[in-house]
Every structure is written in C-alpha cells, then in structure tokens.
C-alpha cells in the first residue's frame, strides 16, 4: 500500500465551530467522527460508538499531521477520496493485541483433542488464524504441532501441514514474516516450547521462531469482509477476540463463513467473551467453552 502525501493541500486555519483545533488539541466533529464511523462500518464493518471519539481522535492525529492537516472535516474529505488512505485510516483505527498462549484452554484443548487426530489424518492440514495480528497466535499453533520435543515433530516430516494467518493491517502481516519478537514478549511461553523453537537474537533483545516453525507458516493481507481467495478446507480455525468489534449482523454473517470454511468434524475457536449467533449456533456444536465443532456429514 503507498501513501501519497501531495494530494491533500494545506488547510486554511481551523475554525472552532467546525471541531477543528491545531496540534495537540485537535478535536472533531460529531459530523466527521459519523463520517468516520460510516467508513469503517461500509469497509471493515467494526462498529464505532461514539465513546470511542478520544479513542479516534488520538489515533488518527498523525494521520492529519502526515498531510500537513488541522482539521478532520479535510482529512474525512481526503480520505472519502484517496482508497490508500481510507485503507491507513482503517489499519490505523485497528487494535492489534495478542500474546503468545493467549487463553490458554484452547491449546490444551488443540493439542488434547485435535492434534491426535491431524496425526492420523490422511492428506493435507490446513488450520488458520484470522485476524492474526502479529502472529503471536499462529507460532503458537506452531510450537503445539511441533511438540514438547523434537522428536515430537517427526510427524510432519513429508506431511503438506500449513497455517495461514490473515489480518487486514500490512504492518502486523509483515511481522507475522518476520517472525521476530521482543524478549519480554516470549517469557509467557512456556517451556520446553520457548527453548526448543525461539533463538535469541545476536543481542539478546529478541526472540526469533525457529525455522522449522516459520516454514509452516503463510501470512497474507486480508479484510475478512471481501471475498475469500481460500480454496482450503480448514481442520482448525482460530478468529479470537476479533468479533468484539462488529454487530451482530456482521457477527453471524462472519461465523456462517467461517463455518463454511471448515472441513466436517473441524474446530472453530472464538475468543473469551465472543458467542455465536442464529444460524452459525445452531449449526455448530460446543466442546468447550468457546470450542465449536462442525458436525460431520449425515
């Protein structure tokens, strides 16, 4: 995605009666925090109260710095304009938080219950994490298919195994590439997998994934919301903590996707406080709190 600073022109001096303001003190309109509001409802579908308005305003002030802007009402006039910059709005008013072993049941449920079975299972594995942040998630899956040992990971030696992690923002898609981790970030990974799969960088600082783990991984742009290019069934797909931030249309409409998207018998693991909706309930069974099943064919 490329940024092109020149097409937006300095704007004149803020008027106080339009929510403009300079610097530090740049305040919007409810006229363009609706505007805002409407755009990531139209192109991501996460729903923005209006409690979220210092949440917005903070966020996006470098975004009007960027374009030598001061007030919102030409930044919305920008942006309702410039796709590559709707698209930075949108990744910069994201949250992107995750940790490694993040709600830890699902992993011992992964490595208890599915993972015997994926050992079995003849032909490809394909499991996704979606809306994958920096992919801390998905090296997780990693480390549980790998093992407490290398031994353990024989298995997936001449096996086709790939994880697919997706999240609409380039920069924590890059970092999921890079696979590269500040150490504090790492000492909640619990041993033996932080010594078996992590490096230490040169310096100390950082932790890298083991190739081994990086090799399983492919990680790619995608707002869950446009059409899917995915010709896999998945056997496992993680969209935790991510569904907080749609309604509930835009919930049940997610999750009947993603349930299609699974193989019969696959798992669907949803985040703490995230529940399925209408249809997409009925049509899954739970094992778990916030484990799905997807009922084998009849």
Known sequence: ?????????????????????????????????????????????????EAKTTLVESRLARRLRTFGLTRFSDYVALVERDADERHAMVVALTTNHTLFFRE?????????????????????????????????????????????????????????VRLLATDIAPPVVEAVRNACYADHATKGVPEPWRSLWMQPTADGGAMVMDERARALVTANVLNLFDPWPLKAAYDAIFCRNVMIYFDDQAKEELQLRLIDQLVPGGLLYIGHSERLLGAAARAMESCGHTIYRKPERA
Not at 133 to 160: F, H, K, N, Q
């Open 104 to 160: 830890p049941h699902h992993f011992t449920h992964f490595e208890e219950v599915l993972l015997p079975r994926l050992r079995q299972k003849q032909g490809p594995v394909r499991i996704w994490s979606a809306g994958c942040s920096s992919g801390e998630e998905v090296y997780t899956i990693a480390m549980c298919l790998l093992g407490r040992d290398r031994a353990a990971a024989g298995w997936l030696r001449d096996r086709d």
């Open 1 to 49: 995605m490329s940024i092109a600073p020149g097409v937006a022109t300095l704007a004149a001096p803020a008027d106080p009666a339009d929510g403009g303001g300079g610097g530090a003190g740049m305040a919007i309109s409810p006229r363009d925090f609706a505007a805002i509001a409407a755009i990531m409802q139209r192109d991501a579908r996460i729903a923005l109260s």
